[in-house]
């Protein structure tokens, strides 16, 4: 499982900071430069994630917000020059992510879920929140997102997998999801 490969890179090293970053990932030149000066400056910023787009160069992710009682990821399809920005969001994508070592001290635990089905990432990011913990987008770094890459062609297993950690994820979190859409419409 991932979160066994991320706890034993963790148990090996002591930096204040440290990076997820998948084998389906390619970085930019200087594509964590800002992300570390702005963990730097604000301590309580847990994860900061990346602007991820496709070999296409179009937009996977730019952060990730609840509403409308789902998960959006933000620019999704949007051209890759679009988001150079910093903002705090719900999540980040976790194929690329810079993490306070003190945010994850007790490591990772993606149990509740099933692996390479999604939703484990967007859920460490809402379990930091609710330790107090911000989530940053920081898109003066970009990744690009071979998606697949790391787990084969088998899709038929994939969207199974995707389905059921959904359902997980709806379960475990509907209360943020309900949340958002009544702060929704509440302002309409």
Known sequence: NIDEMYNLALAHTDCPFVVTL??????????????????????KTGAIGFKIVRPTGFIENAGVLLYTGSVRNIGLDEPGHRYSAIYQVDAVGGCACLFRREAIKNGFDFSYYLPFGGFEDIDECLALKDKGWEIVFCGYGAVYHYGAASRGADNNSYWEKFNENKKRFGARWQHLLDREISLIHAMQ
């Open 22 to 43: 998948n084998n389906s990932c390619q970085v930019e030149p200087m594509w964590i430069g800002s992300a570390l000066k702005l963990m730097e400056q604000y301590p």
